[in-house]
């Protein structure tokens, strides 16, 4: 069985190379052959990659909401490839294991248990990325013990993150931490690092919690995959 990951698609090569290692991490674990392709972008994309690889094929969206990528555009690219033994999974989501590796990252920018915490995330106007975003900081609240408050990546002059962070200073916060809710470096993660905050995560990129929901996903295709049709 091959896996294959699809990934948004970033035009930071550092961001690729991000993908590519988990891709090589997953392929050592899992002991089967893993390929790494993007949505959007930049290449290889799903067709690029299906062209190459025989045989049956999950396919996992490393996505941490079920956006507009998640629910249209990748099932559509791969019914235009007119294959019908891939098996697409569930995204990432706002999984509990990706909210803990979250708040490792926080911890190890250096918060401390009294910071005011922000949950940055990429700007969606799907409802459905909008409701996992918000799930995903409810997580990671209940996880430090304290609110956190969600905040959207956006660049340009809309509201962003840094007007959040600045809020919370007017509003009585001696320091402000912000969770990273990204897969990998990019534009959006040079954005936080410019936003005001006293703590600033990194992104979750191959962080041992991503493999681990890799798996599952890969470990839950097969069991569907086994059950009689």
């Given at each position: ?21 988990v891709?090589?991490?997953?392929a ?6 893993v ?29 941490l909401a ?24 569930d ?38 990325a ?26 340009g ?24 809710w990204?897969?990998a470096p ?34 839950h ?7 009689p049709?």
């Amino acid at each position: 069985m091959n896996l294959l990951l699809v990934a948004h698609g970033t035009r930071d090569p550092a961001g690729a190379v991000v993908t590519e290692r988990v891709a090589e991490l997953a392929a050592l674990q899992l002991g089967v052959p893993v390929r790494a392709c993007f949505a959007d972008v930049r290449g290889p994309t799903l067709a690029d990659v299906l062209a190459e690889v025989d045989g049956p094929t999950v396919a996992v969206p490393a996505f941490l909401a079920a956006g507009y990528h998640v629910r249209a555009d990748v099932p559509e690219q791969l019914r235009a490839t007119g294959r019908r033994d891939v098996l697409l999974t569930d995204a990432f989501g706002p999984d509990p294991a990706l909210v803990a590796a979250a708040a490792q990252r926080l911890v190890e920018a250096g918060a401390r248990p009294d910071d005011a915490v922000v949950l940055a995330v990429a700007a969606s106007s799907d409802p459905h990325a909008q409701a996992d975003g918000a799930r995903a900081a409810r997580r990671l609240g209940r996880l430090l013990g304290r609110p956190v408050t969600l905040a959207p990546i956006v660049l340009g002059d809309r509201p962003g993150v840094g007007d959040v962070v600045a809020r919370l200073r007017a509003e009585g916060a001696g320091r402000v931490a912000v969770a990273s809710w990204l897969l990998a470096p990019g534009l959006f993660q040079r954005n936080l690092e410019c936003c005001g905050a006293d703590a600033v995560g990194t992104p979750l990129a191959d962080h041992p919690a991503v493999l681990e929901v890799l798996r599952d996903r890969y470990a839950h295709a097969m069991v569907a995959r086994a059950r009689p049709a």
